[in-house]
Every structure is written in structure tokens, then in C-alpha cells.
């Protein structure tokens, strides 16, 4: 039987939000998987932008190939807690974690929350 248990952001520190620095690949580091090919990371991401403008936003979900591991979105301004990864599936290699990083066309406005439930 699978076992569920909810991890921190490996990128955050203490849970807290991770500000999006990156303004192009590769981004700012949100998660990395462990290296097993078997544990699972079900990972879910918010975004928030505290400018006043709407931010275009880059998320690279499991690697840096542009359109393969692209997730793009228009996050706007100040308006709470965007869902911009609704919990996709990320695992490791066997031999190497994969990351997913953010970046935005503007630095420092956007901070990505969220959590990963590790099912092994």
C-alpha cells in the first residue's frame, strides 16, 4: 500500500515562499525530486504577483527543453494565490533527482508557495 506523507518545497526555506529571482532559464529552484525512480512527488504550486502589472511566468517542470518542460502563464497583479501546478506527478531518474525551477519576465514580484505529497 502506498504511504502519503506532505513534504516542504525542497527550494523553500522553513515553508516560507520562494521569490521568483530568474528572469530565464534555467530559473529560480522550486523542487527537486530525490533520485529514486519509484518515489513519486505530487507537487502543487501557487504563484503570487505583488507588482501591478500582470507577470508572464515560466514554469520548468522537470527539466530546461523549451516547449517539452514549459508551463507558461499570465499571473496577475495582486489578486492571491494563483494555482499554476495542480498536482502534476515528478519523479527521479534511478540515479539523479529533476527539478522544477520558475522564471518570470519581471524579477523579484512573483514568490511561488506550495507543498508535494511523497507517495512511496
Request: glycine content about 10%; hydrophobic content about 45%; charged content about 10%.
Amino acid at each position: 500500500m502506498a504511504t502519503y506523507s506532505k513534504v516542504l518545497l525542497s527550494g523553500s526555506t522553513q515553508g516560507k515562499a520562494i521569490k521568483v529571482a530568474a528572469t530565464a532559464s534555467a530559473g529560480t529552484t522550486i523542487h527537486a525530486t530525490g533520485t529514486s525512480a519509484t518515489i513519486e512527488d505530487e507537487i502543487w504550486l501557487y504563484a503570487y504577483n505583488s507588482s501591478s502589472v500582470t507577470v508572464a511566468l515560466t514554469i520548468q517542470f522537470g527539466g530546461t527543453t523549451a516547449v517539452d518542460n514549459d508551463i507558461k502563464l499570465s499571473i496577475p497583479a495582486t489578486s492571491g494565490l494563483t494555482l499554476v501546478v495542480p498536482g502534476l506527478i515528478l519523479t527521479g531518474t534511478g540515479s539523479a533527482a529533476n527539478t522544477v525551477a520558475a522564471y518570470a519576465a519581471t524579477a523579484n514580484v512573483i514568490t511561488i508557495s506550495g507543498y508535494v505529497n511523497r507517495i512511496t
